[in-house]
């Protein structure tokens, strides 16, 4: 009996030892109105996010002509991109946007390669167009003969870079513009091949004259029934196949009926809780109402820090989205003042590249890309995992708001500092080497805003110590002889 006793005891005292289960997430059922929606929240990995790559690659690729939206000017009366295709390619009635697609070979795309190039990067999230305007689907389609599995490359670029992309243990985006091909093509006019009903699968059901505008809210001779019904069929084929961790979405998505854009969140939002994933959906301007999804500016920034995570994307080359003849590539360090920004107002940052459409990336994207890599291997820490402090930071530049401004925004300088936290450190990352004594202002004492003490300071990249003095005017910082790296540099203040 008192061996029995023993036994039952030591049983009790194990069970007590197990630690209770962590209690599992509570199934949501989102419905498709925007109040159930609004339940959604930010995943932390996402806030742990800053800096992702995404390309546009089609078969606006093959011409590498001034811009991606090449696909509509080379229709459009008058435009200089139409008298170069005629010159080069023809008349429109014998040589089309369609023509282009069998010389899209991508003989020499290599996901892996791709994906390598990524990672080494920096990115922490990566992925295709899956479709732009030009109704040129990059997947393995079942829903159209016009993707790159039955034409062109013959491949499924969406699952080749959905694999390689997760094999580098990144997340995968995939992008989504097909609601701009309403009227991108003119099916309207029987003088080109665009108003063939035999092509109406890529150019897009028929049109009025004078249906195409830009993102105005105001569409004349808005889409029929069929248009909204496969433009949400396409993207329940690529959640189905793909489980996209981000979807993606241009402007311009207020062309499509509100019940449609409901349905489709709310359809991405079940399907994720179904993969056991959290996911993350971008939408640009009042596309989506706020609180279901992640705010998404394109080639522009935020002027201060927000209270809500958001993203903005931007081309790695200042003229265009695509492979072009002659690119006008941004500066590596143009790129990552840019990102070391836009993090401090609690942002992340899209980079667009421009591959080739044989599948290469250019040269100087790739230097480029390699350069931010080598500077995320020092100064990562001060990015990756961090959350923005009590102010974004301080210097002279002032940055421009609005919708692709970006261009209007000058370059930063060394009295341009950022500010990043984690835990106990917090991070001042300063735009350029400074040529004097470096003062953080922002910590002044009589500022107020430093609440705790300084234990040390140190330069990321740096292994020697470094003189430093807080004073009434700011924290005062004699930076060494030798940068640790080539651009924006990052200092490491632990607090106490």
């Known amino acids: 009996m008192r061996n029995l006793l023993l036994v039952m005891c030591a049983i009790i005292l194990m069970s007590c030892s197990v630690k209770p289960k962590e209690k599992a997430k509570e199934k949501i059922k989102y419905e498709a109105d925007w109040e159930s929606l609004k339940q959604y929240e930010v995943p932390e990995w996402w806030l742990n996010t800053k800096f992702g790559i995404y390309f546009h690659w089609g078969p606006y690729s ?8 090449y696909a509509i000017h080379m229709y459009t009366e008058g435009h200089p991109i139409r008298e170069y295709h005629e010159k080069t390619y023809g008349n429109l009635k014998d040589f089309g946007y369609k023509d282009f697609i069998p010389m899209f070979t991508a003989d020499k795309f290599d996901a892996d390669k791709w994906a390598e190039l990524f990672k080494k990067s920096g990115a922490q999230f990566a992925g295709p167009v899956a479709e732009h305007a030009d109704g040129f689907a990059m997947w393995d389609s079942e829903l159209t003969e016009w993707d790159a599995m039955d034409m062109g490359p013959k491949r499924d670029v969406v699952g080749e870079m959905a694999k390689a992309v997760r094999k580098q243990g990144m997340k995968f985006i995939a992008t989504y513009h097909r609601h701009w091909l309403y009227a991108w093509f003119p099916t309207w006019d029987k003088t080109t091949d665009a108003s063939d009903p035999a092509y109406e699968g890529l150019y897009g059901p028929y049109v009025p004259e004078g249906s195409f505008v830009m993102a105005t809210g105001d569409y004349p001779n ?21 489980q996209p961790d981000i979807i993606w979405f241009d402007n311009k998505m207020d062309i499509i009926e509100e019940d449609y854009r409901k349905q489709f969140l709310a359809n991405y939002y079940n399907k994720a809780q179904d993969w056991g994933r959290d996911v993350v959906c971008t939408y640009k301007f009042e596309d989506m109402a706020v609180g279901t999804a992640v705010l998404d500016l394109e080639r522009s920034r935020m002027s201060e820090k927000k209270d809500f995570p958001w993203l903005t994307d931007d081309s790695i080359d200042w003229k265009a989205w695509c492979d072009i003849s002659d690119p006008k590539y941004k500066s590596t360090n143009r790129l990552i003042d840019f990102l070391v920004d836009v993090v401090s107002k609690n942002g992340a940052v899209l980079l667009n590249i421009t591959p080739r459409a044989d599948g290469t990336i250019p040269e100087g994207v790739e230097t480029r890309l390699l350069e931010m890599g080598e500077w995320f291997k020092v100064n990562g820490e001060a990015i990756f995992d961090t959350r923005p402090w009590k102010i974004y930071g301080e210097g002279p530049q002032e940055i421009v708001e609005g919708h692709l401004s970006e261009d209007k925004n000058p370059e ?57 003095e807080l004073t009434e005017n700011g924290l005062q910082v004699e930076m060494p002889d030798t940068k640790p790296c080539e651009h924006a540099f990052a200092l490491k203040i632990q607090l106490q």
Do not use: C, Q
């Open 412 to 468: 930063a300088v060394a009295e341009d500092i950022r500010f990043t936290t984690k835990g106990d450190d917090l991070y001042a990352i300063t735009m350029a080497w400074p040529t004097e004594t470096m003062n953080i202002r922002s910590l002044a004492k009589k500022e107020g805003l430093l609440t705790k003490n300084i234990k040390s300071v140190n330069l990321l990249g740096y292994e020697g110590k470094i003189k430093w």
């Open 222 to 242: 808005p889409p029929k029934k069929e248009f909204h019904e496969e433009w949400l069929a396409r993207l329940d084929e690529l959640m189905d196949k793909y």
């Open 62 to 69: 093959v011409p590498a002509h001034e811009t991606e939206w």
